[in-house]
């Protein structure tokens, strides 16, 4: 799928084909996460079908449909480790219904719903709250008049004039894979909606 979305926009940039693939994988991600107890259920049928065979051609099917069931339960349990973004079932923990209410009650947790603005009214997304959160952190982030020296004066030098030359080279190809390879794979997605 990333094959062929990456190519039917050859000649665009590379963020509009990561946009574009983005896009199709969310839709092709959504369909394939609302199927798995379909898939499940379809697997147990197909294996109620074949074990009452004794032939050899039904104990064969009966291991390829067993193996089948196999993979969609890894599928379903690698879906929810990435939904959870927690390192559980790497670290041990079973694919409990406690895991699955642990997930989702972390994302319910973490999305906003309303803030306060300056003047002490709550603002939703249907007020406004984008324009809120962007301009709270431009006056976070803008520059005051303020003299800064007073303080940063105080704080000792542990670098040295040949460290810090070190630290304004140029960034390598080399040093940006290492930093990427070292990010586990399943955390948040970037900017670009994708994850490392």
């Known amino acids: 799928m990333v094959k062929d979305t990456w190519e039917v926009l050859s000649g665009s940039s590379v963020m509009e084909k990561i946009h574009y693939c983005g896009e199709k994988l969310l839709v092709w991600g959504r369909d394939y996460s609302r199927k798995f107890k379909d898939r499940i259920q379809a697997c147990k049928a197909e294996?109620?079908?074949?074990?009452?065979?004794?032939?050899?051609?039904?104990?064969?099917?009966?291991?390829?449909?067993?193996?089948?069931?196999?993979?969609?339960?890894?599928?379903?349990?690698?879906?929810?480790?990435?939904r959870s973004k927690q390192l559980w079932l790497k670290e041990g923990d079973q694919n409990s219904k406690y895991f699955y209410a642990m997930a989702t009650s972390r994302k319910r947790n973490n999305s906003i719903q309303r803030l306060k603005n300056d003047?002490?009214?709550?603002?939703?997304?249907?007020?406004?709250?984008p324009n809120l959160m962007v301009d709270y952190f431009n006056n976070l982030f803008t520059s005051s008049s303020l003299d800064v020296n007073e303080v940063t004066d105080t704080?000792?030098?542990v670098i040295t004039e040949d460290q810090n030359g070190l630290l304004l080279e140029p960034i390598s190809d080399d040093e940006v894979r290492r930093a990427l390879f070292q990010m586990n794979p399943d955390k948040s997605p970037g900017p670009d909606g994708m994850t490392p």
């Open 155 to 157: 704080i000792p030098r």
């Open 119 to 129: 003047h002490g009214i709550w603002i939703d997304w249907e007020n406004n709250l």
């Open 47 to 82: 294996l109620r079908r074949w074990k009452k065979g004794r032939d050899a051609s039904s104990v064969e099917n009966y291991k390829k449909v067993e193996a089948w069931l196999q993979e969609v339960l890894i599928q379903k349990e690698v879906f929810w480790r990435q």
